[in-house]
């Protein structure tokens, strides 16, 4: 089926590779020319595990395309629309100007029957809205939102743990349209359907509201335990061991409860305001109160981490050289949006102390948002003569460190691990004090 994807970014690149991978003739379309000319010549335009090898794959098989000109949509029958909600500068809410000018500029090349498919994170009634601006082009919005995550992007694409249809509805049935609009993204998802893919079908509002809940509950499940860990330094407990056993009851379940310097990325934090913001909107903000708290225990845990630094420094941190491993908000991707290791790196620099940076994949993007710290790719060299060495994203390289090799060239043997990441006896036993977050 010929189709579009609107938005190149994290969400449209890997879902536009994805479903070309699928045997869909594919163009996606972004405002972006350098992301284009990278995508069209078979590049990611950022680092993503196996979008590569996707993209070389759908480009070689001829079905992939892209453009920076909207008129390249023309007789795609379906329209996914995947650009970015960011949040706005000073307030909780998301723009929405990107959804609301991809879907204008759709507007002339639709044709009675197409799909535009929604799949971008958005306040609940957005998509009740747009339907009403698609109406007079006789096309069919369905919301589908996207759970994907950054450094898993095309595994969930291709193997998603569900799909969530919200369609049309008059009366609380489903209007014809509707059936007909699900028919064709049936046909477009038929592959990872097969696979038994659980898939709700549902109306608009609960489609848009599936995904900021469950952003939500991820975001209070961190918060949750980092809340624990709070508790864990003011009593000597041991915030991993007790995940462990929280864990274990199915009820809870382990995934999602490691403490640490919390959450950060392009989702959870702006999403959970956003979704805040709505709440306000709707008159039930108090429903979603709770998300207020979820935020500030993910902000304290930054503090708590420059803290535990000037401990170590015997109170003060000036001039006192700090090498942080990790820039990005989690491994496995070059995104630095709101990374937590890289907030406690320029509050420490802030603080008077020389920060060196080191990252895998994400220093050229760290450099042009954070430029006041120092970067090198080279993690011997962002330790040698550290005073103190901070593990800020638990990359497995950072894990697998060898505590002896490091030992020989810091001037201070001070771990700060704001990931619980690695074996506290086994720095310790190489002469190491070892200080985390919710750990004696
Ligand atoms: C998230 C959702 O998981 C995904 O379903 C949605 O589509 C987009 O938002 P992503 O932003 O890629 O995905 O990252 P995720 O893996 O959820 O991690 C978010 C943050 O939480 C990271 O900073 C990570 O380090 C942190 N985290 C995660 C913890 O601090 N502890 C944990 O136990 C898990």
């Known amino acids: 089926m010929r189709i579009s994807v609107i938005g190149c970014g994290y969400l449209g ?86 959804v609301d000018a991809s879907v204008t500029s759709l507007i002339p090349y639709l044709q009675p029957g197409d799909v535009v498919v929604g799949k971008s994170t958005v306040p609940v009634g957005t998509a009740e809205r747009l339907a009403e601006q698609l109406a007079p082009t006789g096309a069919t919005l369905i919301w589908n939102p996207e759970f994907l995550r950054e450094g898993f992007a095309v595994e969930d694409t291709l193997h998603p743990d569900r799909f969530v249809y919200g369609l049309p509805t008059q009366d609380g049935e489903v209007t014809e349209a509707g059936e007909a609009a699900k028919a064709l993204l049936d046909e477009v998802y038929a592959t990872p359907l097969a696979d038994d893919t659980p898939l709700v079908v549902t109306d608009y509002a609960t489609a848009q509201l599936v995904k900021v809940a469950a952003n939500s509950f991820l975001a209070t499940k961190i918060s949750f335990i980092n809340a624990m860990a709070e508790l864990c330094e003011a009593t000597g407990g041991d915030v991993t061991q007790l995940a462990d056993a929280i864990g274990y009851d199915a009820r809870i379940g382990r995934r999602f409860l490691n403490a640490g310097l919390g959450f950060g990325g392009g989702c959870l934090p702006k999403d959970i305001r956003a979704f805040m913001a709505r709440a306000g909107e709707l008159g039930v903000d108090q429903a979603l109160t709770f998300l207020r708290e979820v935020d500030s225990i993910n902000g304290r845990r930054r503090e708590r981490m420059v803290e535990l630094a000037r401990e170590v420094c015997d109170g003060s941190l000036v001039d006192k050289r700090i090498a942080v491993l990790g820039a990005t908000f989690k491994p496995n991707s070059d995104d630095i949006r709101d990374s937590p290791a890289l907030a406690v790196a320029d509050s420490l620099e802030k603080n008077g102390a020389h920060v060196v940076v080191t990252d895998p994949q994400g220093i050229e993007n760290a450099r042009r948002a954070r430029p006041n710290l120092h970067y090198t790719q080279d993690v011997l060299e962002a330790v040698r003569g550290a005073d103190v060495v901070l593990l800020g994203t638990e990359w497995t390289e950072y894990r697998d460190l060898d505590p002896e090799k490091l030992a020989e060239v810091v001037t201070g043997k001070h771990m700060l691990d704001g990931r619980n990441a690695l074996d506290p006896a086994r720095w310790r036993a190489a002469g190491w004090t070892y200080r985390a977050l919710g750990r004696p």
């Open 13 to 98: 690149a890997v879902h536009a590779a994805a479903m070309a991978s699928l045997g869909h003739e594919v163009v996606g379309i972004d405002v972006d020319e350098s992301k284009i000319d990278a995508l069209r010549a078979g590049r990611a335009p950022f680092f993503e595990p196996g979008l590569p090898e996707l993209l070389l794959e759908a480009g070689a098989a001829g079905g992939l395309t892209f453009s920076t000109d909207i008129a390249a949509v023309a007789g795609a029958r379906v329209h996914f629309v995947c650009v970015g909600t960011p949040q706005m500068k000073g307030e909780f809410r998301a723009d929405l100007s990107y």
